[in-house]
């Protein structure tokens, strides 16, 4: 790769460039915002509009200077597809059919995932507990289906509305799990009739709320625990090659400093 391409990938990779982007994405987000109030569209809308045309501009020409300096090898990179899929959205003609495409401008903002490094971190964390995540799944779909047919068999006749059916029971146990009016909307008028029916809702929220919730916690904190490590295994490594490498450089200029004195030495001898 020539050497100024390898000069403005390492300037659009840096530092300073990646908070100007990110610094653009939050101005961008906020006018677009904006442009939802009719009263700030009135009195701002062309600034508005210029702006967010402006700020679109410098996201293309970021792409363009990526794909110039990277390559084909911008694409292996799945945050550069995501970046370049955003901008291309925003590419498209904001009229007639296509209109609604104006409105997917604020996905924009999701590119302060790819560009801010610790929301890129919990993103990546959540796509790599994806496998383990998906057994909790099955586990709490097993759970439901269980309380469920219990919910159904038990409560079906006396609160139809409720438990009149699989779906119904499976979507109100899923308000119960979410403890949004459980005990005063749903548990406290049923034991008005049924007074042991805390025996049904109590196991259940240890289970799906208490247990299972938190195991979803667990796993995405143990995979974020474990990509730490492995970047600071992979620092502490880069750092004991970088200081492998000095150490061979500096015990070759040394050897070269030993053999010029040596040769030195020998003159002199020569001469006496």
Known sequence: ??????????????????????????????????????AWMESYGMFFESLDDIILYVFILEAVLKLYAFGYK?????????DFLIVAISIVPAAGPFS??????ILRTLRLVNNVPK??????????????????????????????????????????????????????????????SWSSGIARPMMETMPYAYLFFVPFIL???YTTLNIFIAIVVN???????????????HIKDFVRIENVKTQQKLDSLQKKVNL?????????
Do not use: C
């Open 1 to 38: 790769m020539p050497n100024h391409r390898v000069k403005l990938g390492n300037f659009l990779e840096g530092n300073g460039f990646h908070n100007f982007i990110i610094t653009l994405i939050i101005i961008n987000s906020i006018t677009i915002g904006m442009e939802t109030s009719t």
């Open 100 to 105: 609604v495409f104006r409105t997917l401008r």
């Open 119 to 180: 929301l890129r971190l919990i993103i990546e964390a959540l796509l790599k507990s994806i496998p383990n995540i998906g057994w909790i799944s099955l586990l709490l779909m097993v759970v439901f289906y269980i309380f469920a047919v219990l919910g159904t068999n038990l409560y079906g006749k006396d609160f139809p509305e409720l438990f009149g059916g699989l779906g119904n029971s499976m979507f109100t146990l899923f308000q119960i799990m979410t403890l949004e």
């Open 74 to 82: 911008y694409f292996l990179n799945a945050w550069n597809v995501f």
């Open 207 to 209: 289970i799906a709320t």
């Open 223 to 237: 995979t974020m625990n474990e990509m730490h490590h492995q970047d600071a295994v992979e620092e502490e490594q």
């Open 264 to 272: 030195i030495l020998e003159k002199l001898e020569n001469k006496k």
